[in-house]
């Protein structure tokens, strides 16, 4: 894998790799120290800590129900040279051929050509009812009010 020269190309590379499905390969996008938070996941908001977190959680994402194809990426440049803003869609379909679509912005710190954090706001709704997982989430939230 060439090393992208800017955390503009580092993002893009990153996304189309999931795009792609190359999923045993995105992990070396990230520094060794690197922190990626999902703060809308669900059930809870998600932080992986180290490029081994990161390999285990796409090792999980390559298992999934869902194939994501990536749409409309736009990625903004900030004054920290270091710092992109991207935002796209996937469009999705599910291994029963159910067709989706879901939002996504990530905000990217990129050292050295190495992702060293990012913040994912993804619709986690939406990919939970996709994976077939929303039923026991509304069971967990329901036990957890009442």
Do not use: C
Request: proline content about 5%; overall charge negative.
């Amino acid at each position: 894998m060439a090393e992208p020269a800017s955390p503009r190309e580092v993002v893009q590379a990153l996304m189309q790799g999931i795009s792609d499905g190359t999923w045993d390969g995105l992990h070396d996008w990230y520094a060794e120290d690197a922190v990626v938070e999902y703060p809308f996941a669900l059930p809870a908001p998600t932080r992986l800590e180290g490029r081994q977190s990161i390999r285990d959680y796409f090792a999980l994402a390559a298992k999934s129900p869902l194939r994501l194809v990536l749409r409309d990426m736009v990625v903004h440049e900030t004054a920290d040279p270091e710092v992109v803003v991207a935002e796209w869609t996937y469009d999705g379909r599910t291994t029963a051929g159910r067709a989706f679509q879901v939002a996504n912005i990530q905000v990217t710190r990129v050292r050295a050509g190495k992702i060293v954090a990012s913040r994912d706001y993804h619709n986690h709704f939406v990919l939970t009812e996709m994976m077939g997982r929303l039923p026991r989430l509304l069971a967990a939230i329901d036990r957890s009010q009442g």
